[in-house]
C-alpha cells in the first residue's frame, strides 16, 4: 500500500522543489529566493490538483460524478486565474524591478502552448456539468496528456534552479 500512497501523490507529473533556504544568523532573506520559494509552492499546488484529477478520473462512481466535475473545474479556474494573474500583475512587477521590457516574454508565450488544452478540458467538464455531453474519466486523462506535460514544464521553469 505504501507504493500506491506515493504514486498517488506523487505523480503522473513531478513536483517542483522549493528553493527556499534559512538565511545565515544575522542575515536576511534574500527576496528573489522567497519569492521563487513561495512560487514554487502555487505551482505545486497547481500539479497535485492535476495529478488528483487525472489519476481519479477513471475511478470516478456515478454518484460522484457531479462533484468531481467541480473539483476538477475548480483546479483548471485556479490554474487559469495564476497565469492570468500572472501576466496582469507580477510579470509586469518583475520587469519594472528588472528595468527590462519584455523579460518575461518566454514565460507568456509558455502560457499560449497549454492554454487551448486547458480551455478544452474546461468546455468538457462544463458541458458534463449542464448534462450537455456525458463523463468518461479516460476522456479527461486524455484531454489532461494533451497539455499536462507543458503546463508543469511551464510551472517547473519559472522558479529557478
Known amino acids: 500500500m505504501g507504493d500506491r500512497k506515493a504514486f498517488w501523490a506523487d505523480g503522473p507529473f513531478p513536483l517542483i522543489p522549493t528553493p527556499a533556504q534559512q ?34 478520473a477513471p475511478h470516478v462512481h456515478p454518484q460522484d460524478k457531479k462533484s468531481f466535475l467541480h473539483f476538477a473545474q475548480t483546479m483548471l479556474v485556479y490554474t487559469d486565474v495564476h497565469y492570468r494573474g500572472e501576466e496582469t500583475m507580477f510579470f509586469p512587477a518583475v520587469e519594472a524591478m528588472a528595468g527590462e521590457e519584455d523579460i518575461m516574454a518566454a514565460n507568456v508565450e509558455q502560457h499560449e502552448a497549454f492554454h487551448d488544452g486547458l480551455h478544452a ?13 456525458t463523463y468518461d474519466g479516460d476522456k479527461v486523462v486524455t484531454l489532461i496528456d494533451g497539455f499536462g506535460n507543458t503546463l508543469c514544464e511551464h510551472l517547473a521553469d519559472e522558479i529557478p534552479r
Not at 29 to 48: G, K, P, Y
Not at 122 to 131: R, S, V
Open 121 to 133: 478540458m474546461e468546455a468538457y467538464l462544463e458541458a458534463c456539468l449542464n448534462d450537455v455531453d
Open 23 to 56: 538565511p545565515a544568523e544575522g542575515q536576511q532573506s534574500d527576496v528573489f529566493v522567497d519569492t521563487a520559494s513561495e512560487m514554487a509552492c502555487v505551482h505545486n499546488t497547481i500539479i497535485r490538483g492535476l495529478n488528483a484529477v487525472y489519476n481519479q
